[in-house]
Nanobody
Framework: QVQLVESGGGLVQAGGSLRLSCAAS????????MGWFRQAPGKEREYVAA????????YYAEFVKGRFTISRDNAKSTVYLQMNYLKPEDTAVYYC??????????????WGQGTQVTVSS
């Protein structure tokens, strides 16, 4: 497994932006598909976005298309989630995850501890 540490969460007003980062260690980062998930209070964890090993392909949940962008820097072993036009319903704990075999949820074998994103109206 790879170790993952998220950062960049915080409080932002609706319509604002945040960029989340997830730093990986322990294994060869470029061998892993990377994904972002989120979990709001009282709700199940849901898939947000994923990116291929090289970064050439990215995948998004419908509710974030056009607002969020996933990217990665393999030299820095870091994956990012740029979140624009944030809405109060985006409030959640955001987790990054890694898997060597597939980008498709729910299978990911490594998870970070999460970072809180709160969007005020």
């Amino acid at each position: 497994q790879v170790q993952l540490v998220e950062s960049g969460g915080g409080l932002v007003q609706a319509g604002g932006s945040l960029r989340l980062s997830c730093a990986a260690s322990g294994r060869t980062f470029s061998n892993y598909y990377m994904g972002w998930f989120r979990q709001a209070p009282g709700k199940e964890r849901e898939y947000v976005a994923a990116i291929s090993w090289s970064g050439s392909r990215s995948y998004y949940a419908e509710f974030v298309k056009g607002r969020f962008t996933i990217s990665r820097d393999n030299a820095k072993s870091t994956v990012y989630l740029q979140m624009n036009y944030l809405k109060p319903e985006d409030t959640a704990v955001y987790y990054c995850a890694a898997d060597p075999n597939s980008w498709r949820p729910p299978q990911y074998d490594s998870w970070g501890q999460g970072t809180q994103v709160t969007v005020s109206s």
